[in-house]
């Protein structure tokens, strides 16, 4: 009889600090709200914008033409990638590469999307790491106005055939044709700009070349 006394007090005993520890844990949980730190706000970048502002605006005045060029010079290839600097020196020399952009028709026979953009032979020409990424290169070096794009050179009759047989146009051409809407595709020459010309002549002056 004894022990049975003693377990029923030992089993009490244990539910009773379980109940307090689960009312010290609740009540834990909802002060715990109430004394938490408050966050502080996010600083506001407007005084870091507006100061960045007002030193480009100082250094501004004090550049001369040289001076703002070479700096925008750097800008510009800061932005470059090794397989677009290869583009630019294949170009250098004043050629010109063919260049074909794929588009589909709509019902009205009017130009629609762009399905294949700014292909081009300058790949091969300049030896490029990552030919499947030309139109992409390409892209990005007319974004930075650093290449133009002009007519299609009868010239370079053989080079659009060898262009128009790459896998990649022949695919765009493919998805672009519509039964019996055939692909739209253009047909141009891609060269170095005026300024491209620029950078490329300053980075050899810089060389020593």
């Known amino acids: 009889m004894a ?3 003693a377990k029923f007090w030992l089993r009490t005993s244990i539910r009773t600090q379980e109940q307090l ?3 010290l844990g609740d009540q834990a949980d909802e002060a715990e709200p109430a004394t938490r730190a408050p966050q502080a706000a996010p600083e506001s970048t407007d005084g870091a914008l507006g100061s960045k502002m007002r030193g480009l605006l100082d250094r501004a005045l004090d550049n001369s033409t040289s001076s703002s060029q070479l700096e925008l010079f750097h800008h510009i290839l800061d932005q470059l990638v090794a397989d677009e600097a290869r583009i630019i020196s294949a170009l250098s020399d004043g050629s010109s590469s063919p260049l074909v952009s794929v ?3 709509t019902r009205r026979r009017v130009q629609g999307r762009a399905v294949l953009e700014n292909a081009s032979l300058v790949g091969r020409t300049a030896n490029v790491a990552l030919p499947d990424m030309v139109p992409s290169y390409v892209s990005h070096l007319l ?3 650093l290449v133009e794009v002009g007519p299609e050179d009868p010239d370079l009759k053989d080079d659009y055939e060898v262009l128009m047989a790459e896998t990649t146009v022949l695919n765009a051409i493919k998805t672009a044709s519509r039964g019996p809407l055939a692909a739209k595709v253009d047909k141009l020459t891609l060269t170095l700009s005026g300024l491209g010309h620029a950078l490329w002549a300053a980075t050899m002056q810089q060389d020593g070349t």
């Open 3 to 5: 022990s049975g006394v």
């Open 21 to 23: 520890i689960a009312l």
């Open 103 to 105: 588009h589909d028709w």
């Open 143 to 145: 974004s930075l106005g």
